[in-house]
Every structure is written in C-alpha cells, then in structure tokens.
C-alpha cells in the first residue's frame, strides 16, 4: 500500500481546484470528461455508478436569496434554477440552520466544506437564466412509481376509443371506464383537466373498493408529477410559442400564481384543522403551555387488527405475533 501512495498514490494528495480528484484519471481507458470538463467515473471497478454535481455555494445562497428574501414560491425557484422542490426546502432548512449556528457563535466546518467543493462537480450559478434549462442540477419532473402500476395488466379496449393516461389510471384501479362523454370532454379539454384535478379538494377524488380495501383512483401521470404546470406550458408554447411568446409567459405565470395560492389555502386549512382538535391551556404566572387533543378509539380509527396509525397507542398494546408459534408468516395471496 505504502509502494503505491509512494508512487500512483502521490498524484492524489494534492488536487487541482476545480478538477474531480478520482482514481480514474490514472487510466488513459477511462479518462473521459462530460461536456463540463469533468470525469464522471470514479471508480475504475465500477464503471456503471457515475458521480452525480452537488450544488455551488453560490448556487446554494441564490435558493435561499429567492425563496427567503424575495420571498418567491418553492416551486417557482426549482423551476427557475433546475433544482428538485424536496432539495430547494433542505437547502433553506439548512442555511437558516447554518445562520442560527453562527448567531450563537458556533464553528462551521468551512474547510471541509471547500475542499470538498474543489474535489467534486458542482453545478455554477449561471448568469443566463437559459442555461438551467439546458443544463439543469437534476431531473425536476420524476414521475414517482404507484404501487398500483407494478402488476403488468392487459386491459381490451376498442379501436374506436382512444386510451389515454386517465382510462390508465382507472385500469390500475380496477375503476369503471368513464362514460364516452366524459372521456371525450376531458380529452378535448386535458389542460382544464389536470388544473381541476391538480387544485381541486383531493378528498373528492373517486374511490373504489369497500372497508379496509378502499382507496383512490390512480390519477393520470400527468397529475402525480410535481410540476404539471409545466405540461400546459409546453403545450402552449408548441401552439402559440412562435406566434404569441407573450401570450405563453403570461398563462404560465398565471397558472403557477393558481398552483401557488392552492398550496398556500391547503396549507392554512391544514393548519385550522389541527388547531381545532388541540385544547390549549395556559396557566398564570407560568411560562408553560399544555396541549391536549381528544382521544378517538374506534373500530376506524384502531383498524381490524388494533394497530391503526390514527388511534392513541398503535405502536403498543397489541402483541405482535411474529415470534409466536402455529402462526403462518410467509404470504398466502397475493394483493393485486
């Protein structure tokens, strides 16, 4: 080991800023850089596995800027900047975290922290906001796997009719196709209709099954992604992108202010629901609140078995039978 750090190895302890520090870059086979400059392959054992950029701390300063100071919607940054919504939210958790650290005089590991960004891609600030479309952090627009869409079904379905991601969704399901007028109206409408799925009450989507097997229909794909405004908007500019770029800029601001006062309202009444079933008492001349919530013990509330999540105690009380004797533990059907 001491042979090789004294001889290959020695190439390692001290990089170039800038430059990835992998092992790879010893092996002429696999020294090939991506359209950035940089190695992707760091292991020269493992050539699937390819490093993925983590963000600048200019980057990292912009998201905060953005979502804290000027006050601008979680979704509307991650579009802008090409960051996943779940990322921008940890990069302002964690800054107001690092602020609170250095307001109580706290010590930062900043040296790691550089050297670590000198030795890793990074995605830049861009000046051009034209770039973070072409050349974005990550994928912002993952459709996330149902567990209904596992099992591989064959659905029949007429010529005359035309199945799109709705009659998928019911198919999954085990849902009733939509009538012929339904169906058509939503197809000649797809915008409208993701707008009523995406903002409206999501205690009124359909429901199918009976007791502990009821859930809801599987809404279509275009409805589950995180930014389905970004669909329309496609839409709109292949339509109209040529003639009326104006017109596009303004539906898709107007569409993404809807999606963020329905998050906002959904937020609040959230939050009126939880304050309605919590009795606060404050005693005086007491720095201390007590909190209470009334208990619900019920046969919708317990479950059939005594462990649902929505009664007091689901984690204890009930014995768990995974070490008794005489009970069949492997599964004898299969739920589809």
Do not use: C
Request: aromatic share 6%; hydrophobic share 30%.
């Amino acid at each position: 080991m001491f042979k090789w750090l004294n001889a290959q190895g020695s190439e390692f302890k001290h990089h170039t800023p800038g430059e990835t520090n992998y092992l790879s870059k010893l092996d002429p086979k696999l020294n090939e850089k991506n359209a950035n400059g940089i190695l992707e392959k760091p292991f020269p054992l493992n050539l699937s596995f390819r490093s993925e950029p983590i963000l600048s701390e200019d980057l990292r300063n912009e998201i905060y800027n953005r979502v804290v100071r000027m006050q601008r919607s979680v979704r509307g940054v991650s579009v802008e900047l090409g960051v996943d919504m779940r990322r921008v939210a940890a990069v302002v958790r964690l800054v107001e975290l690092e602020n609170k650290m250095k307001e109580q005089g706290k010590s930062l590991a900043i040296p790691y922290a550089r050297a670590i960004h000198e030795m890793v891609p990074t995605t830049p600030l861009y000046d051009d906001a034209r770039e973070y479309r072409s050349n974005p952090h990550e994928n912002i627009n993952d459709l996330p796997v149902h567990r209904l869409t596992d099992p591989q079904i064959f659905y029949p379905v007429s010529e005359s009719r035309q199945f799109n991601r709705i009659d998928a969704g019911r198919a999954f399901s085990g849902a009733p196709a939509l009538l012929h007028r339904d169906a058509a109206r939503m197809a000649a409408e797809p915008d409208e209709t993701i707008r009523r799925i995406t903002q409206g009450d999501f205690r009124q989507i359909e429901t199918v099954g009976k007791g502990e097997d009821e859930q809801q229909v599987l809404l279509p794909a275009d409805a589950r992604i995180p930014h389905p405004h970004l669909i329309a908007n496609d839409r709109n500019r292949i339509s109209h992108g040529m003639t009326e770029p104006g017109l596009v800029r303004t539906k898709y601001y107007k569409r993404l202010d809807q999606e963020m006062e329905v998050d906002q309202k959904r937020k609040e009444r959230a939050q009126q629901r939880r304050e309605r079933t919590i009795h606060k008492v404050q005693p005086e001349n007491s720095r201390f609140e007590f909190r209470f919530r009334d208990a619900v013990v019920s046969a919708q509330t317990t479950g059939a078995n005594g462990r649902g999540s929505q009664a007091p105690g689901h984690r204890y009380g009930v014995p768990s039978y995974d070490r008794k004797k005489g009970q069949v533990k492997i599964p004898t059907r299969v739920k589809v």
